[in-house]
């Protein structure tokens, strides 16, 4: 079994920033890739950003280019995503997506609780 637990939401004025944080466990053989999706009230839920587990690619969606940056700690199978000079459409649940190999080698995909960012003056 594998959990991913968010952590770094809340609220913020607009401008503002914070840092998601999600961190992997369990049954870890190596990570592929990790993502940060959203999912604003009424809306779908719609992709971040992702990080490769190993070299540096990384892919934004367009509204957070040059806003947001999605890092990894290796050592700690953890992924961040660092969100600066934020607006009142970056309100959302915010979840984090992760592609694993698990001990068992097989390849299966885990998502997080969420964690909720508010973004309002």
């Known amino acids: 079994q594998v959990h991913l637990v968010e952590s770094g939401g809340g609220l913020v004025q607009p401008g503002g920033s914070l840092r998601l944080s999600c961190a992997a466990s369990g049954s870890i053989f190596s990570i592929v890739a990790m993502r940060w999706y959203r999912q604003a009230p009424g809306k779908e839920r719609e992709f971040v950003a992702v990080i490769n587990w190993s070299g540096n690619g990384t892919i934004y969606v367009e509204s957070v280019q040059g806003r947001f940056t999605i890092s990894r700690d290796n050592a700690k199978n953890t992924v961040y995503l660092q969100m600066n000079s934020l607006n009142p459409e970056d309100t959302a649940v915010y979840f984090c997506?992760?592609?694993?190999?698990?001990?068992?080698?097989?390849?299966?995909?885990?998502w997080g609780q969420g964690t909720q960012v508010t973004v309002s003056s």
């Open positions: 997506n992760a592609r694993i190999t698990t001990l068992q080698h097989l390849i299966q995909e885990y």
